[in-house]
């Protein structure tokens, strides 16, 4: 069942499990303003509770833009919600300013006891380092892209990662886009380090996301038609892609990304159920209408083939 609010639209979403409910955070703008292109500089996350990822209850906003002057006084966009050691729960999401007209991305964080009332972090947002990003007034990119953050604690290096989706610095303007990265050791400090990709071709990458599917690291974001390469002008794409990697920390190789069909969905998230059921969700953007799809089986999508190699460029 698609999540969708009368007076609202809803597009780029994520989800957090508590353990007894599933919590989305998404990105919600009136539908007031009446052009949905408008909606990208009025943005707010709200939140919505569900136990079975059909049936959603509505609850309080998580955030909204901050008063100005601050780094995120404008818009507040696309994130991840996850919990640290002590149970507290923490929301990266990027933020924009009014100070460069929404065209630099900043990555801060808020944090909560109960998922429900959300306090922002008082500490500088994390920005592109530009030993290794691009960044604004460059002349190669309209904005300055380092946003939609993905966190997630890896054993193996005992560090909390985030991915990134960001630019290099160097090759050709119109294919830059690359897996930026952090590292924490507490949720809290942040280390900027070099993107865990090259570049592939790709103009911008979104909502990223890196899961270990049935043995297999994967990384799935998304890219616009008009931003992805090897892509025929009379076919529209989905605008989803997955790409192998040696791990979950690549190193990815978007040279080899496939495209994964799911019908006019964009933003695409992937989510592991309690049960172990993988599900695929995203905002319908075939014609976009305001609302998030409801979850697909990824079984019904790959047939019950490996999940990379079950789509490719076509």
């Known amino acids: 069942m698609a999540f969708q609010l009368n007076d609202h639209w809803a597009w780029d979403s994520w989800l957090a499990d508590d353990g007894e409910q599933y919590h989305l955070f998404f990105l919600r703008a009136s539908r007031a303003l009446q052009d949905p292109q408008r909606r990208h500089y009025r943005a707010s996350i709200g939140h919505a509770v569900s136990t079975d990822l059909q049936e959603w209850s509505l609850l309080p906003d ?3 833009a901050a008063d100005g002057p601050a780094w995120d006084d404008l818009a507040t966009w696309t994130g991840c919600t996850v919990q640290g050691e002590d149970g507290r729960w923490h929301l990266f999401y990027t933020g924009v300013s009014r100070a460069e007209d929404g065209l630099q991305q900043r990555i801060g964080q808020a944090v909560s006891d109960d ?4 306090t922002r972090w008082d500490r500088p947002p994390l920005e592109a380092d530009p030993h290794w990003y691009e ?6 990119w309209p904005d300055e892209a380092w946003r939609d953050p993905f966190v997630f604690w890896d054993e193996d290096t005992a560090l909390w990662h985030m991915l990134v989706t960001a630019r290099s610095n160097d090759g050709d303007p119109a294919g830059r886009a690359v897996v930026g990265h952090a590292v924490s050791t507490d949720l809290d400090d942040w280390e900027v380090r070099p993107p865990l990709s090259a570049p592939a071709g790709f103009g911008e990458m979104e909502v990223i996301q890196s899961r270990m599917v049935d043995g297999q690291p994967v990384l799935i974001f998304s890219c616009l038609p008009e931003f992805a390469p090897g892509v025929d002008a009379p076919r529209v794409p989905t605008g989803t892609w997955i790409a192998p990697g040696g791990s979950l920390l690549g190193p990815w190789k978007l040279e080899e990304s496939a495209e994964f069909y799911l019908e006019g969905i964009y933003a695409a998230q992937l989510v592991q159920k309690r049960d172990g059921e993988w599900v695929l969700f995203g905002f319908q953007n075939g014609g976009f209408t305001g609302e998030i799809a409801g979850p697909t089986p ?4 790959t047939g019950g083939a490996p999940l990379f190699g079950a789509a490719g460029r076509q």
């Open 62 to 64: 998580a955030l909204v």
């Open 135 to 140: 960044k604004l007034g460059e002349g190669t």
């Open 298 to 301: 990824l079984k019904e999508l």
């Open 115 to 118: 998922l429900v009332t959300w």
